[in-house]
Structures are given as structure tokens and as C-alpha cells.
């Protein structure tokens, strides 16, 4: 999908690997300035050396008060990708405190934190912006050993509705993308028994799981003004696994 971001700044949270990564690269190639933020420094080396100009924050978003200490100071936002996430498997009846802290504060409570951030300072310098998560088609139906994830996905649908009714009168625009599996490195984490993922597989009308690209292309797709009248709305890249 060939788009234009120039002169706009994008800030994209969990751009050390897989679709975080990817989304940072293709808005760099479309024009923006882009603020990658991970937890891994390992991985914003890598990509600073792939894409010389990216601007690499090094922080973990489960950290509220880190968080505020590094970005604080990014500038101004234009376009924002919430996409940090972990996907810690444990059955409902295990779930730890723990599990279920983490869970919430970096698919959840980041979100927040993050968001409110970038929309005050685009509600301060008068400006449009549009802001996506990365949900997952886990806010609809459920998927074993998941529980604390899958919470954390279903009340993103939520606050993704929230926020678009809040920031909308300041022409802010909120939306997420809500893939079936993506065989990123978590995706492979979660689908370790290669029988369960076959039946998976098959249960998809389309018989495939989703491409890194195909969600890159629905999350450029509803921060760009193609998308102009879209907002507290989900896109669905699930290959019709919904639809069965």
C-alpha cells in the first residue's frame, strides 16, 4: 500500500520485532519520522542500523513511571501505534498474580498511559492525529491458556470506543486491528504443538493465518486519511476465522 506520511512523526510502541518492527519500517518507507520504542535494546540497534534515522527509545512499557521519564521528551506526535504487547500462557485456573499484572500493565495500562500522552499534546498544538492498537481477534473468541491475554484484548475494544468518543471532537482518530495468528516470534510462542496449530489452520475459511504485512497494511491503512470517517472501529485480519 504506497501512502504518504511525510512530514508527520509516528511513535510505535513494540517496534523491536514482528509487527511492531514492521509497521515502524513501512512508515519510515512512506515518509514519516518514526519514534521506535521496545523494551530490547538489542533489537532498536538493529533496526537503527536497517533504517538509519529512526529515533530508538529504550523502555519497558509495564513501567509507568519509566514510561513518563522516557517519553516525555519525544516531541510531537502525529500518528501512534500501540502494539507492545506479551502473551503469557497460563491456564485460567493457574493464572498468577503475576501473569495477570504483567498482562494488564503492558497490553492495557500502556495503552492508556501512551495515549493520553500523545493526544494532549495534539488536543495542545491544535492538530488531526490518528492512533491504532494492536488488538487481536482473542477480544471476540477465546483460545486455550490464554485468559489473561485475551482480557486484556476484549477491554482494548473498549477503551478503544472510549477514547475515539472522547478525542474525536478534537479530531483525533482511534481504531484498532484485530489479526487472528501471526507467526512472529510470540505467535510461535503460543502455538508450540504443531498438531493444534493444523487444526487451528483448518478452522479458518481462508485456511491460512494472517502475514505480518497483511496487518501492516490495515494499521497504515486506518492512520492515513484513506480512513478519514473511520474511528472506535476494528478491523478484522483473520483470514474469516470470525466468519465460521
Same mark, same amino acid.
Given at each position: 500500500?504506497?501512502?504518504?506520511? !511525510?512530514g508527520l &512523526? @509516528?511513535?510505535?510502541t513494540g517496534?523491536?520485532k514482528?509487527?511492531?518492527r +514492521?509497521?515502524?519500517?513501512?512508515?519510515?518507507?512512506?515518509?514519516a519520522?518514526?519514534?521506535?520504542v521496545?523494551?530490547?535494546?538489542?533489537?532498536? *540497534?538493529?533496526?537503527?542500523?536497517?533504517?538509519?534515522?529512526?529515533e #530508538?527509545?529504550?523502555?519497558?512499557?509495564?513501567?509507568?513511571e519509566?514510561?513518563?521519564?522516557?517519553?516525555?521528551?519525544?516531541?510531537? *506526535?502525529?500518528l501512534?501505534?500501540? =502494539?507492545?504487547?506479551?502473551?503469557?500462557? &497460563?491456564?485460567?485456573?493457574?493464572?498468577s498474580?503475576?501473569?495477570?499484572?504483567?498482562?494488564?500493565n /503492558? $497490553?492495557?495500562?500502556?495503552v492508556? &498511559?501512551?495515549s &493520553?500522552? /500523545?493526544?494532549?499534546?495534539?488536543?495542545?498544538?491544535?492538530? #488531526?492525529?490518528?492512533?491504532? =492498537?494492536?488488538? !487481536?481477534?482473542?477480544?471476540?473468541?477465546?483460545?486455550?491458556?490464554l485468559?489473561?491475554?485475551?482480557?486484556t484484548?476484549?477491554?482494548?475494544t473498549?477503551?478503544?470506543? +472510549?477514547?475515539?468518543?472522547?478525542l474525536?471532537?478534537?479530531?483525533?482518530?482511534v $481504531? !484498532?486491528? =484485530? #489479526?487472528?495468528?501471526?507467526?512472529?516470534?510470540?505467535?510461535?510462542?503460543?502455538?508450540?504443538?504443531?498438531?493444534?496449530t493444523?487444526?487451528?489452520?483448518?478452522?479458518? #475459511?481462508m485456511?491460512?493465518? @494472517?502475514?505480518?504485512?497483511d /496487518?501492516? $497494511?490495515?494499521?497504515?491503512?486506518? %492512520?492515513?486519511?484513506?480512513?478519514?470517517?473511520?474511528s472506535?472501529?476494528g478491523?478484522? /485480519?483473520?483470514?474469516?476465522? %470470525?466468519?465460521?
Amino acid at each position: 500500500m504506497q501512502l504518504n506520511f !511525510s512530514g508527520l &512523526q @509516528a511513535l510505535v510502541t513494540g517496534a523491536g520485532k514482528g509487527i511492531g518492527r +514492521a509497521t515502524a519500517k513501512a512508515l519510515q518507507a512512506s515518509g514519516a519520522r518514526v519514534v521506535a520504542v521496545s523494551r530490547t535494546n538489542a533489537d532498536l *540497534v538493529s533496526l537503527s542500523k536497517e533504517c538509519p534515522g529512526v529515533e #530508538p527509545v529504550c523502555v519497558d512499557l509495564g513501567d509507568w513511571e519509566a514510561t513518563e521519564r522516557a517519553l516525555g521528551g519525544v516531541g510531537p *506526535v502525529d500518528l501512534l501505534v500501540n =502494539n507492545a504487547a506479551v502473551a503469557l500462557t &497460563q491456564p485460567f485456573l493457574d493464572t498468577s498474580k503475576e501473569v495477570f499484572d504483567r498482562s494488564f500493565n /503492558v $497490553n492495557l495500562r500502556s495503552v492508556f &498511559q501512551v495515549s &493520553q500522552m /500523545v493526544a494532549r499534546g495534539m488536543i495542545e498544538r491544535g492538530v #488531526p492525529g490518528s492512533i491504532v =492498537n494492536v488488538s !487481536s481477534m482473542v477480544a471476540y473468541v477465546t483460545y486455550p491458556n490464554l485468559a489473561a491475554y485475551s482480557a486484556t484484548k476484549g477491554a482494548m475494544t473498549m477503551l478503544t470506543k +472510549a477514547m475515539a468518543m472522547e478525542l474525536g471532537p478534537h479530531k483525533i482518530r482511534v $481504531n !484498532s486491528v =484485530n #489479526p487472528t495468528v501471526v507467526l512472529t516470534a510470540m505467535g510461535q510462542k503460543v502455538l508450540r504443538d504443531p498438531e493444534s496449530t493444523r487444526k487451528l489452520k483448518e478452522r479458518h #475459511p481462508m485456511r491460512k493465518f @494472517a502475514e505480518v504485512e497483511d /496487518v501492516v $497494511n490495515s494499521i497504515l491503512f486506518l %492512520l492515513s486519511d484513506r480512513s478519514a470517517s473511520t474511528s472506535g472501529s476494528g478491523i478484522l /485480519v483473520d483470514a474469516g476465522y %470470525l466468519a465460521s
